[in-house]
């Protein structure tokens, strides 16, 4: 590590300012970032800060550092760099990611962090030459992963579209030629029917939760689902769902399967009503090692597929999400959100197309789902080889200095290696 691996105190490496207030009624419509503790969290028409920047959390949210590509506006939750005092700036963003921000928090009610005890922190950087390496080969990890992202979030939306075009709009491949008729739902096509969600389910089940430690009539080792796990499992990273231990007939009563769905019926936040779903599929299923359950705040959820296809039903829970019909089963009791599942499954009604559009739909929504599966595996593999490269280059444990990289191709070749 010959390139000028230098121990010095943060402070002489950058400068780390105090975001600026901007109350939300002050706040105008515009195309600027404002950057909080936790991230992006709204757009203003003015920046404060020349991008691209590097942003931390002060209060709150402790720990996470945000790259900025534009001009922003960071918060007073925030610290921003002021000044990189010549280091590479995309480094940086990586660097601070490895100093153990949130253990620095300084003593209050709130959690804090004072900035002049950061500048104090005792550091090691290399020069800038090995900083750019670094940052190539980081960035490359990212850039890929916000592309495949952004390419599972078009096929999400892709999918959802057929199905609001099909089933709400009713618009489905032959529609010309159905005429539409009165039912208790209004004009439906000829030859659908209108059922009560409940009359169209297999089974549904309680989740559980189990023990954290083996003890007596609890023996089976299962993964747990929770709602908070969904956003990640539906992109096949699973690495967040607890393993714990079962009785086994809840292993068995409970144990998810291909087509079933996990429906969240407790919890929620300020902003995020309850009733998020989860899919399930056998490729979901293999990300474990162990049996898998929804938790005690989930539903499993397993329509019978020969009154509607799973994909159906998976659709139509996300457009009841989306349009607030989920939401008006939601209540309110000692700050935790609940959802009066019983009572949805028997009060709303489904449009029920005949088999062979149901048929179409589901090998439309199954080849889009494996595009989706397969992008997020790929995501959730390059995500995980970043963490576990990054404190490794940061540390200069793992030597780039004498890589010959091109910084421009560094996400290219990536891509092709991981295609």
Excluded at 103 to 121: F, I
Excluded at 401 to 412: C, F, Q, R, S, T
């Amino acid at each position: 590590m010959s390139d000028q691996w230098r121990q010095l105190h943060l402070g002489d490496v950058v400068n780390l300012k105090r975001g600026y207030d901007l109350p939300k009624r002050l706040r105008r419509p515009g195309n600027v970032p404002i950057v909080s503790s936790s991230g992006e969290s709204g757009m203003h028409d003015e920046a404060k800060v020349k991008g691209p920047g590097v942003v931390t959390g002060r209060y709150g949210t402790l720990g996470e550092v945000f790259y900025v590509e534009h001009d922003y506006w960071p918060l007073n939750t925030t610290l921003y760099v002021q000044d990189f005092k010549g280091n590479h700036r995309r480094f940086i963003s990586y660097f601070l990611q490895t100093l153990g921000f949130a253990s620095q928090n300084a003593a209050g009610a709130v959690p804090g962090v004072n900035r002049n005890h950061l500048h104090k922190l005792d550091v090691k950087v290399p020069g800038v030459p090995t900083q750019r390496k670094i940052a190539s080969i980081l960035s490359a990890y990212d850039d890929l992963t916000e592309n495949n992202t952004r390419r599972i979030a078009i096929a999400e939306e892709m999918a959802q579209a057929i199905y609001r075009e099909w089933f709400v709009n009713f618009r489905f491949p032959g529609h010309e030629n159905v005429k539409l008729v009165d039912s208790p739902l209004g004009q439906i096509p000829e030859g659908w029917e209108v059922a009560t969600l409940e009359t169209v389910l297999e089974f549904f089940i309680g989740g559980g939760w189990g023990k954290a430690a083996e003890e007596e009539g609890f023996t089976e080792i299962g993964a747990v689902i929770r709602g908070t796990d969904i956003p990640n499992a539906k992109h096949m990273n699973v690495l967040s769902c607890p393993v714990r231990f079962h009785k086994q007939s809840n292993i068995r009563s409970r144990r998810v399967q291909d087509g079933d769905i996990v429906f969240e019926v407790s919890g929620g936040s300020k902003g995020q009503p309850v009733g998020r779903s989860l899919f399930v599929s056998d490729r979901l299923l293999a990300c474990f090692e162990d049996d898998v359950i929804c938790a005690s705040f989930c539903k499993l959820i397993r329509p019978n597929g020969e009154k509607l296809r799973s994909s159906l039903f998976f659709h139509y829970l996300l457009e009841s999400y989306t349009n607030g019909v989920i939401e008006q089963y939601e209540v309110q009791s000692t700050g935790i959100k609940n959802f009066k599942f019983t009572e949805f499954l028997a009060r709303e009604h489904i449009a029920v197309p005949p088999s062979v559009i149901q048929d179409e739909f589901d090998t439309q929504f199954h080849t889009i789902q494996s595009q989706i599966e397969v992008l997020g595996r790929k995501t959730a593999n390059l995500r995980t080889t970043r963490d576990l490269l990054l404190p490794k280059l940061i540390s200069g444990k793992l030597d780039v200095e004498d890589l010959d990289i091109d910084v421009g191709l560094a996400a290219d070749a990536l891509e092709e290696a991981t295609a």
